[in-house]
């Protein structure tokens, strides 16, 4: 036995021996290519990488968020380390292909590729999951009580070079509602649309790193800059008065519809928005989706220019980008400015006789001629939306008095809202504006703007006199919710007194009483409000921009409604009733969401409002019917029907379930009398225009003569107000 183990403690020594000169053979022959190897390997862990700061999260003004960014991972591929051994190789691309899907040839070509195959960094993956990743990670652990065969075991083993890079992924909850006023992001950290683009700055917080680096001794040492994450964003914008907005928008889409629908809604008492629906949706998870508004054919039709070109539309905000003729809107402001600079009296009156001659060939129409309204108070004028004495009123004014009235109210320049590409429209300087520009400008026509500016100069005509600043951020916090910035509401001047807004808000109170805005009541609120009805350039083409703006209640305004229908789908595009039935509608539901008290009741109880015939079946979204390929209404039978939902045949006549025509007592046939889904409407006629109205100042020309705003304004608290 002692001979034995002296054998056995040879054989160990022995054996020590020479693997300690093996081990110093290799050290001298091969030490410098095997420590490189570990420090490779090694340094795929510790080298340095970004760690992504987190973009602040955007919320409306009762907490709901908007936008946030969920934390993801992208796949990085080290080709090199997988094609350090070839036992590498299959495993890692089974494993990557099973579990996180990718494809297979993708992975096979970046570890073969010459510009590839040495690379530690590819991106084979974005934006996967935690789940996915943890799925992965499982997929290769091994458990400490296994019952894996050595051969799965090795297979796991041998999964090499693989890890994950934390990234972003930005989400919008509420999809594409008030899409044109958020906006997206273009990469994680890169946005130019909606509140997304104009703060991006502020919304992106700084990237942190993890630097690794070897010391003398060859030893690990890192160095780590933790990320700082972005500021969030507290908006005006209430979500639930936007759907509402919405609501009434897509019903009306779905009834009629029209080039662009434009809804702004805003708080007159400091110039928040509460709720902003600027035209073509989209879903701002999908941003380059045209699917909603292009067929499929039509977009694989696309080529790069049209597409880019598409898509720009897509995410263009009407609201706020897009300039026009506003129409008789304007016509409650230029009576306002011409009271404001003592150019008329409240107790003026006015005659209409059917129009206003310029030099021999010029003969500017109102809407009732060849009739006439006669002798008008100035609550006539603007209940009657009268051409005639507005032309008078403009005249009273003088050009150089007028422009400057415009520029008082910030027409031809931007307002400053906090949201990018705000257009300026076009206003007349003493050059261009002769008699006849004068004329029609005091209704409408002539020049341009935009649905802020028109809506903002409201809002001052008809809250004492005061113009606001409008703005969507109210609050900027920081990663942890504490309030680094309140943004305050921020006047900029008085546009006319208090007693001239009193009198104007009890003009446009007649327009709704007896006036062309009829259509726009809502039964238990005292409204006041103004039609429009221009025009389009070229004159004479029956292409028309309607809308109406109103605020409610009459004392003390709680909103401003603007609505812009362009180019509604009926034949006689002429008349502002379109646009009041999506108003009335919208603050059916938005006054009693705000908790704005009626002011009109009767014993306690407030009538119902009798909303327009063409929203039923469509205020829920649970129609059958649908348009053709020729633009008829068909029901889910493919059965043509009227805007009821009766079943007519081509020629409108009405038909029985079994396709049997309808008689009446006569034996006549029986036909639709609701074919083209326009009612008639209550309100007056509207003022539009005629072939001798001027064509408006293009883009060339001046855009603002003598603007008087000023950059920063006052807050509420230094002018005195509460």
């Known amino acids: 036995m002692r001979k034995k183990l002296i054998l056995l403690f040879a054989i160990v020594i022995g054996a020590f021996f020479a693997l300690a000169m093996r081990i110093t053979y290799i050290n001298a022959t091969s030490g410098n290519k095997y420590k490189k190897q570990v420090l490779s390997q090694a340094q795929q862990k510790y080298e340095s990488r970004v760690m992504p700061a987190k973009r602040g999260d955007i919320y409306d003004r009762n907490g709901n968020i908007l936008a946030t960014s969920n934390k993801v991972y992208n796949v990085i591929l080290d080709c090199k380390a997988v094609n350090e051994n070839e036992d590498y190789v299959e495993p890692t691309v089974r494993a990557l292909t099973s579990v996180l899907g990718i494809e297979e040839g993708e992975i096979r070509t970046r570890l073969t590729a010459e510009s590839t195959k040495n690379s530690q960094y590819q991106i084979i993956k974005k934006q996967i999951s935690m789940d996915d990743k943890k799925a992965f990670e499982d997929y290769k652990s091994i458990p400490e009580e296994s019952d894996l065969s050595k051969e799965q075991i090795q297979e796991k083993n041998n999964v090499q070079g693989v890890w994950f890079e934390e990234d972003y992924l930005r989400i919008y909850p509420y999809n594409e509602s008030a899409c044109d006023t958020i906006g997206f992001t273009l990469e994680r950290d890169v946005a130019d649309s909606g509140i997304e683009g104009y703060y991006n700055s502020t919304l992106n917080g700084v990237d942190g790193r993890q630097y690794g680096y070897f010391n003398s001794s060859s030893d690990v040492e890192q160095t780590i800059i933790e990320p700082s994450n972005g500021n969030s964003l507290d908006l005006s914008l209430d979500m639930g008065a936007q759907q509402i907005v919405e609501k009434y928008v897509n019903a009306f889409n779905e009834r009629m519809g029209a080039k662009n629908v434009g809804v702004i809604v805003e708080d007159p008492s400091n110039g928040e928005i509460l709720a902003m629906d600027g035209g073509d949706r989209y879903d701002l998870n999908e941003p380059r989706d045209l699917s909603q508004l292009y067929t499929k054919d039509e977009i694989k039709g696309m080529n790069d220019e049209e597409t880019v070109e598409a898509l720009n539309a897509m995410w263009s905000n009407f609201c706020v980008t897009d300039a026009y003729e506003p129409g008789s809107v304007i016509k409650p402001i230029v009576m306002a400015s011409a009271l404001e600079k003592g150019k008329i009296s409240t107790s003026d009156t006015f005659i209409c006789d059917g129009g206003q001659a310029f030099g021999t060939d010029t003969f500017i129409k109102c809407a009732v001629w060849p009739n006439a309204h006669g002798t008008e108070t100035l609550a006539d004028v603007i209940a009657n939306s009268c051409n005639d004495g507005m032309m008078q009123i403009a005249a009273a004014m003088g050009s150089e008095q007028f422009i400057k009235a415009q520029s008082v109210f910030n027409f031809g320049s931007r307002t400053g809202i906090d949201l990018p590409n705000e257009g300026t429209g076009i206003i007349h300087t003493t050059d261009t504006m002769g008699e006849t520009e004068l004329a029609c400008s005091a209704f409408g026509q002539g020049f341009t703007c935009t649905m802020l500016q028109e809506i903002n100069a409201m809002c001052s005509v008809v ?75 070229p004159r004479g083409n029956k292409k028309y921009l309607v809308s109406f703006i109103g605020f409610a209640p009459v004392d003390d305004p709680a909103v401003v409604i603007y609505v812009v229908v362009d180019e509604p789908n009926a034949e006689d595009q002429a008349t502002s009733t379109y646009a009041q039935y999506i108003a009335q509608g919208i603050l059916s539901e938005l006054l009693p969401y705000l908790n704005v008290a009626p002011d009109e009741t009767s014993d306690g109880e407030t009538p119902v409002t009798e909303l327009w015939e063409g929203f039923q079946g469509y205020l829920s979204n649970n129609t059958e019917s649908s348009l053709d390929e020729n633009g008829n209404l068909v029901d889910g039978n493919g059965n043509l029907i009227d805007w009821d939902g009766n079943r007519i045949d081509e020629n409108g006549y009405l038909l029985n379930a079994d396709g049997s025509y309808q008689i009446d007592e006569n034996g006549e046939y029986i036909k639709s009398d609701n074919l083209d889904g326009a009612g008639d409407g209550s309100g007056l006629q509207e003022a539009v225009s005629d072939t001798s109205i001027p064509a408006p100042l293009d883009g060339d020309s001046k855009t603002a003569q003598d603007n008087d705003m000023e950059s920063e304004g006052l807050t509420n608290e230094e002018a005195g107000l509460e």
């Open 463 to 537: 809250n004492g006199g005061y113009y606001y600043q409008p703005h969507l951020v109210t609050k900027i916090k920081d990663s942890n919710g504490s309030v680094i910035k309140t943004v305050n509401p921020v006047l900029m001047k008085q546009t006319i007194s208090s007693n001239i807004s009193t009198d104007i808000r009890s003009y446009m109170h007649q327009s709704v009483l007896r006036g062309t805005s009829q259509t726009s009541r809502v039964q238990g609120y005292s409204s006041g409000g103004k039609t429009g009805t221009a025009e389009k350039f």
